[in-house]
């Protein structure tokens, strides 16, 4: 059995947490994830703090196991989002995009365990020290925001750097993925472009259906001179924002082209004018399955690469 520190600080069977997606990990999503033994975790992006709290609310009809809240640091209703997390008493918050260090001490009195999402060594030790529960480290192969060094590369540093459990991002989708990171010394994986890829997603069709087709180099990184840069599938939209930025356009026409362009790929199913967020693991992925299947999937294999690995060792 694949039990490790972040099955116990969680209370959850399975060292395998839903990574918090932005429009497409609803109550549907998180609620699967959580009764097949993971760790669902709503993904709040920029949305509206009543929306939120419905989340909350439908996630606890649907499931009695432990679920979490993802904060984007960057969203205009950070702050209201993080008072409906603690009135709603969410047991879990993981940040995105930036340093949520200020917000610690809140969490922490009222008991909420916290686990920001890091892309480097530095914040991770400083995210220790201001008294986080446990750190996941992304590499930049994953979908959405990314940094700029590879999980292969940032796992085991960030793993030699704190005493507190790592989870590792980006790039895992299947058994051979969990088990490569705890070879590198994570306790659990966060996975996200495999689970949009589930029957549970509430996201677009098309945009489900444009994932299984992807290859490995279909993806790509625009707005890296903006501050906030997003790997997504390649499209129109991705080309004219790379011409735009080759040309040295403002930060403030980049914005502009960028308004709404997630919702309008991943709910609205826009493949060309919508920004499809995907993980370069999208190449590996060929089939919409249920989310028990993915987890039981994914662990049994995990079991198996070990098991193999050991005989590797002994010459049997
Ligand atoms: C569609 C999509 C939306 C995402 N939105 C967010 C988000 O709002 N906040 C966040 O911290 N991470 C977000 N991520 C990152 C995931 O939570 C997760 O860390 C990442 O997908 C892991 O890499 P993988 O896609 O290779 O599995 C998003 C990823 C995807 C694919």
């Given at each position: 059995m694949l039990k490790t520190a972040?099955?116990?600080?969680?209370?959850?069977?399975?060292p395998i947490i839903q990574g918090g997606m932005a429009h497409v990990a609803t109550a549907e999503l998180v609620s699967a994830v959580s009764n097949a033994g993971g760790l669902g975790i709503i993904g709040t992006g920029r949305a509206e703090p009543d929306w939120v709290r419905e989340q909350i609310r439908l996630t606890r009809q649907w499931t009695n196991k432990p679920f979490g809240v993802n904060i984007l640091l960057i969203s205009p209703f950070a702050e209201q989002i993080i008072e409906v997390v603690l009135e709603e008493k969410v047991s879990v918050v993981t940040t995105g995009a930036g340093?949520?260090?200020?917000?610690?001490?809140?969490?922490?009195?009222?008991?909420?365990?916290?686990?920001?999402?890091?892309?480097?060594?530095?914040?991770?030790?400083?995210?220790?020290?201001?008294?986080?529960?446990?750190i996941v480290a992304e590499g930049m192969e994953s979908g959405g925001e990314v940094g700029e060094t590879t999980t292969m590369a940032l796992v085991p540093q960030v793993v030699d750097s704190v005493q507190i459990p790592v989870v590792a991002a980006g790039?895992?989708?299947?058994?051979?993925?969990?088990?490569?990171?705890?070879?590198?010394?994570?306790?659990?994986?966060?996975?996200?472009?495999?689970f949009v890829c589930s029957n549970e997603c509430t996201a677009h069709p098309r945009y489900k259906e444009k994932l299984l087709k992807a290859r490995d180099r279909s993806t790509v990184v625009t707005g890296q001179s903006t501050g906030y840069p997003l790997r997504c599938l390649q499209n129109r939209l991705t080309r004219q924002f790379s011409e735009l930025e080759k040309?040295?356009?403002?930060?403030?026409?980049?914005d502009l082209l960028g308004r709404g362009r997630v919702?309008?790929?991943?709910?609205?199913?826009?493949?060309e004018e919508g920004s499809l967020l995907s993980g370069q693991i999208a190449g590996l992925i060929n089939e919409i399955k249920p989310v028990k299947s993915i987890i039981e999937e994914m662990v049994a294999e995990a079991e198996t690469v070990i098991a193999q690995l050991k005989d590797l060792q002994t010459g049997a």
């Open positions: 972040i099955c116990d600080l969680f209370g959850i069977e399975y340093n949520p260090g200020v917000y610690i001490p809140r969490f922490k009195q009222a008991g909420v365990k916290v686990m920001p999402v890091v892309a480097s060594v530095a914040l991770a030790v400083r995210l220790e020290r201001a008294g986080v529960d446990a790039g895992i989708g299947d058994g051979r993925g969990l088990a490569a990171a705890l070879a590198l010394g994570a306790q659990g994986v966060q996975v996200g472009t495999r040309a040295g356009a403002s930060k403030e026409e980049l919702y309008a790929g991943l709910i609205e199913g826009n493949l």
